[in-house]
């Protein structure tokens, strides 16, 4: 996948994120949850830090994604764990959109 300046990889089409939801993509080599919510993307790493989970098959409400596992709850903006069981937030991911592209910044 092609950066379009350095440090900026291609994730996915805009159109294949729907509004309020959460979809799962790899991304050279990595497991990332992609946020669409209130027309801004999102993107975390995959994998709840509780349990092995990967949060595409959560509950996305509002900007809070909820693990399909043990209902703990992360905040899409930036990672962090909001409620018990979790004790660590997730790792979070610059996003930019241009020409209905979404690019993540890995590194």
């Known amino acids: 996948m092609p950066a379009i300046d350095t440090g900026w ?18 991304v050279e080599g990595r497991d990332v949850a992609l946020y669409a919510v209130d027309g801004e993307v999102f993107a975390t790493d995959n ?12 509950f996305l409400e509002g900007h809070e994604i909820e693990c399909p596992l043990h209902q703990g ?5 930036d990672g962090s764990a ?17 020409q209905g592209t979404v690019y993540l910044k890995l590194a």
Do not use: I, K, M, W
């Open 82 to 98: 909001l409620c018990a069981p979790l004790t660590q937030g997730l790792r979070s991911y610059p996003v930019r959109v241009e």
């Open 9 to 26: 990889t291609e994730a996915t089409a805009r159109a294949d994120l729907p509004e309020d939801d959460v979809v799962g993509v790899t």
């Open 47 to 58: 994998l709840c830090t509780h349990g092995n989970a990967r949060l595409c098959d959560g």
């Open 73 to 77: 709850r992360f905040d899409v903006r």
